[in-house]
């Protein structure tokens, strides 16, 4: 006779594997965190919107560790100073809790706050792989008073690519002679291998006419446009997950497993540098992401 105390073997089957399923979510989302896909108050809004979620079952231990330059010895004392039991759940924490805990974030970690008086000047950057290209073509096709720059690199094409409509494809002879005549609004080397740049006369042309230019570049050429205009407004794309943004990056199969490890550890960089950025953007899907980039270009 079965044990009616015991549930049924398919019921702890189920179990069990809603149990992997959430201690797996749980490590994306400390991951996420740890390589700055999203913030630390971003999980904490998470945790108490849904108490139940795996983010809202995370201790309170596992989520001050997943936060970069935060150990097991300035986690206790965190604690301590906050009167958080380290047993407590995010989802779990009282209101006096919770507020404490913003708190300590908001001053050791402040969100955004865009400036005031930015430009029609838009720069667009993020880490590799995270789909920038993807979503300006989006905005070039569905949002045609934006202008989209070109920009001129010294790469080769890759298949599908035309000259002048995706970038300006040059020798090195010739981007010296741009960077010498100051023809260039800003240029860098990326992955240490290849040069890029924005031709100037397009952008101040556009600009001249009281429209909106959009610049699809990497994160040294967003700084060296801040640098030459402080009132341009600077957009950082995300993607909605560190496992998502390798998994784009291995699926392009257009580098090999050096150039993929090189460029990950280059992503990470690039992603501790959002907080110079005016907004975020998640790119987790193409239209939606490209829709709130053009609202934030007008």
């Known amino acids: 006779m079965a044990d009616a105390r015991r549930p049924p073997e398919v019921d702890r089957v189920a179990a069990s594997r809603r149990a992997v399923a959430a201690r797996r979510e749980r490590a994306a989302l400390k991951k996420d965190v740890a390589m700055r896909v999203i913030t630390p108050q971003e999980l904490l809004r998470r945790a108490l919107a849904e108490p139940e979620s795996p983010a809202g079952a995370m201790r309170v231990t596992e989520f001050l560790t997943a936060i970069p330059a935060i150990g097991e010895g300035k ?3 965190i604690l301590t100073d906050l009167e958080i039991s380290p047993v407590k759940r995010l989802g779990g924490l009282g209101t006096r809790q919770r507020n ?27 880490p590799t792989a995270v789909g920038k290209g993807t979503v300006a073509a989006y905005i070039k096709q569905h949002h045609p008073e934006i202008h989209l720059s070109v920009s001129a690199t010294t790469r080769a094409p890759r298949p599908g690519e035309v000259d002048g409509e995706h970038y300006f494809f040059v020798d090195d002879a010739e981007f010296d002679r741009l960077v010498a005549a100051g023809a260039l609004l800003e240029y860098a080397t990326v992955h240490n291998k290849h040069r890029y740049g924005t031709p100037r006369a397009p952008i101040e042309r556009v600009l001249a006419e009281g429209r909106t230019a959009l610049l699809e570049i990497d994160l040294q050429g967003a700084r060296q446009v801040r640098a030459a205009d402080p009132s341009a407004t600077l957009v950082f794309l995300l993607p909605p997950s560190w496992d998502e943004l390798v998994h784009r990056l291995v699926g392009r199969g257009t580098e090999d497993d050096e150039e993929r490890a090189r460029r990950l550890r280059t992503a990470k960089i690039e992603l501790a540098s959002q907080g110079e950025f005016d907004y975020r953007v998640v790119n987790d899907d193409v239209a939606r992401a490209a829709d709130e980039v053009a609202r934030l270009a007008r």
Request: aromatic letters at 6%; a positive charge; charged letters at 45%.
């Open 75 to 77: 986690r206790d004392r």
């Open 100 to 126: 404490a805990l913003r708190r300590f974030l908001d001053e050791r970690w402040p969100e955004l706050e865009p400036r005031g008086g930015r430009s029609r000047l838009v720069v667009l950057a993020g």
